[in-house]
């Protein structure tokens, strides 16, 4: 972390705002362990203390009971290397005034009241008895910013304008109201994506006079959704009425490494290109399905990759034919030379409209939709 925000951190320890019980997440292994402080006090501690752990403390906005984890994790603790590092992208000192959206535990907010002071934090939070439990610890250890339940994508005007705005919720659009509550020359802190990849990218915003922000993206994260702008995937169950059924088929000599892992910027920067699209990938005994499904109507594609064949089967139906629009922002993404994730940009407009871009924001990024 920063040397300036050492003091901070030193005094507002990420265990005070810890419930007793909560599910430590392997990033590595993609599972989550139950952590109880009166079952194994040593193994909470521990895990409490760990640099690279995020440790969930919600489950399917609240309805999940038992031990073992819920479907959708909606509410935790981010590791603290990520609480430094986006504390320090957002550039802040004092008497900086400061929008925080997505209190969780209210940790965050904690490191930024001791080093602002209470009077220039508002930290938003859509759950409710998350919101009380984080006003519950951040009063145990003396510290007083405005915590409001509520819609973050609507920000706080209570306490416009301000100098940051820092979401800590992934984004798919960064929300007008949270321009408007921001000065002009202030700064706008989110994870921002797309649909076509779970994956979010920080990016830091400038404000400008017109009321548009633009800046780069800084780095691959991953965070919870904004629970409005959350992908519900069972709106896909009527995509494919019969499979193949009368899907037109041809085949491609990509391969699923050719799409990209996660976190990479192949996949990221094909979300930028095809809109309006989200993807999957299935695999069992070597045999790999890659599914596309449009979001905005009922097109879909397939395709299908067997072990030792050098071409895939692709499988498309309805008026987009999302593999080829995937397979042209693939063959753009390659003429440009290949650019990784922080040679690209987003501009928001007042209208709230998202551009992405390529090296400076004259240089939109392709649709291919």
């Not at 997440?25 to 521990?46: I, N, Q």
């Not at 929008?99 to 934090?121: A, E, K």
């Not at 929300?175 to 797309?194: D, K, S």
């Not at 996660?262 to 299935?282: I, K």
């Amino acid at each position: 972390m920063s040397a300036d925000w050492a003091d901070s951190f030193e005094a507002v320890p990420r265990r005070e705002f810890l419930p007793d019980e909560y599910w430590a997440f392997d990033m590595k292994a993609g599972s989550s362990v139950y952590v109880s402080r009166d079952d194994e006090p040593d193994v909470w501690e521990r895990y409490a203390a760990a640099t690279d752990f995020p440790l969930v403390t919600q489950w399917d906005d609240g309805r999940h009971t038992g031990r073992e984890p819920g479907r959708v994790s909606t509410s935790s603790s981010s590791e603290p290397r990520v609480v430094a590092g986006y504390l320090r992208d957002a550039r802040i000192s004092p008497p900086m005034r400061v929008l925080l959206v997505g209190t969780g535990t209210g940790w965050d907010t904690g490191l930024l009241s001791h080093r602002l002071g209470g009077g220039n934090v508002f930290s938003v939070e859509v759950d409710a008895a998350v919101t009380a439990a984080a006003r519950t610890r951040l009063t145990a250890l003396g510290l007083h910013p405005t915590v409001v339940c509520g819609d973050g994508s609507l920000g706080c005007s209570a306490g416009a304008p301000y100098d940051r705005a820092i979401v800590t919720a992934g984004v798919r659009q960064v929300a007008p109201a949270l321009l408007e509550q921001t000065r002009e020359g202030g700064l706008v802190l989110a994870p921002w994506g797309t649909h076509y990849d779970n994956g979010d990218a920080l990016v830091r915003l400038t404000v400008g006079a017109d009321g548009s922000a633009s800046g780069p993206f800084l780095r691959m994260v991953e965070f919870m959704k904004l629970r409005n702008q959350r992908l519900d995937w069972d709106r896909f169950g009527g995509h494919v009425k019969e499979f193949p059924g009368d899907a037109a088929v041809s085949s491609t000599v990509l391969t699923p490494s050719d799409l990209g892992e996660r976190w990479t910027s192949a996949r990221f920067v094909t979300g930028l290109a095809v809109p309006d699209c989200t993807h999957v990938h299935n695999k069992a005994n070597g045999h790999t399905r890659v599914w596309f499904f449009g979001l905005s109507d009922l097109s879909w594609a397939c395709a299908e990759f067997q072990p030792g064949e050098l071409t895939g089967t692709v499988y498309q139906h309805g008026p987009r034919h999302l593999w080829d629009e995937v397979e042209r922002a693939l063959r753009w993404w390659t003429e440009q030379g290949r650019p990784l994730l922080d040679s690209f940009g987003l501009t928001v407009t007042p209208d709230g409209a998202q551009r992405p871009w390529l090296a400076d924001r004259s240089n939109p990024v392709p649709s291919f939709a």
